[in-house]
């Protein structure tokens, strides 16, 4: 079956734009997960959303980061007035359970955010 | 206290050799210790997990050893082969929270 997706897969922008960036789970997963990935860092969790819960936002780095989720399944996180420091490879990830921290989170191929 | 710190930073092993790579955690409250795998250009993968009621698990070549007492944890891999190059990455998790990852160990398996 199909994996996760996103799109796009690069992403080239310019400092102070608005960016959008989309996350297809696999089907049927209840949980998705955002992270950042920054060269040669690790993973950065910013955000989660569990079935009908409230989202965990507690990873967001600032006020300009938002994400929702629409019907359960495609999500979109959206960066506005992008700046320098938010270049990076955004990762999704879903799971099909709502055991978060014991799931086998599948992830997507990334984004590769570059803000000039 | 959810930190999870992972070394070394970068390994290099020759093939056929043994590659450690080591974890530490803080929060007790972890029941779930799980390794990932990353290529470049593509996204983490499950490689092997683990629970706190087993000291050791085995996969094929992936071994995971875990010490409770020390809050520690660590990978193996056995007969390293260039295939194995690759950005590891350790974490910790409950099944109320997320995963909590730790930084990544860039490892290089030299023909």
């Known amino acids: 079956g199909a994996g996760v997706s996103q799109s796009p897969s690069n992403k080239v922008t310019e400092k102070g734009k608005d960016v959008e960036l989309r996350c297809d789970p696999i089907s049927g997963h209840t949980a998705l997960y955002w992270y950042r990935q920054s060269l040669g860092q690790g993973l950065e969790f910013l955000i989660y959303?569990?079935?009908?819960?409230?989202?965990?936002k507690s990873g967001l780095p600032s006020d300009r980061f938002s994400a929702e989720r629409t019907g359960g399944s495609v999500s979109t996180l959206t960066i506005q007035r992008t700046q320098q420091e938010d270049s990076a490879v955004y990762l999704c990830a879903s799971s099909p359970e709502i055991r978060a921290g014991t799931d086998t989170q599948y992830f997507g191929p990334g984004t590769r955010l570059t803000v000039l | 206290q959810q930190q999870v710190k992972q070394s070394p930073q970068s390994l290099i092993v020759q093939k056929g050799g043994i590659s450690i790579i080591n974890c530490a955690y803080e929060?007790?409250?972890?029941?779930?210790f799980p390794w990932y795998q990353q290529f470049p250009g593509k996204g983490p993968a499950l490689l092997i997990a683990i629970r706190p009621d087993v000291s050791e698990k085995k996969e094929g070549r992936f071994t995971i050893s875990f010490n409770k007492s020390a809050k520690q944890f660590s990978l193996h891999i056995m007969d390293s082969q260039p295939g194995d190059s690759a950005t590891y990455f350790c974490?910790?998790?409950?099944?109320?929270?997320?995963?909590?990852f730790g930084q990544g160990t860039i490892l290089t398996v030299h023909p």
């Open positions: 929060n007790t409250a972890f029941d779930y």
């Open positions: 959303f569990q079935g009908n819960s409230a989202p965990d």
């Open positions: 974490a910790g998790g409950t099944s109320y929270g997320k995963l909590t």
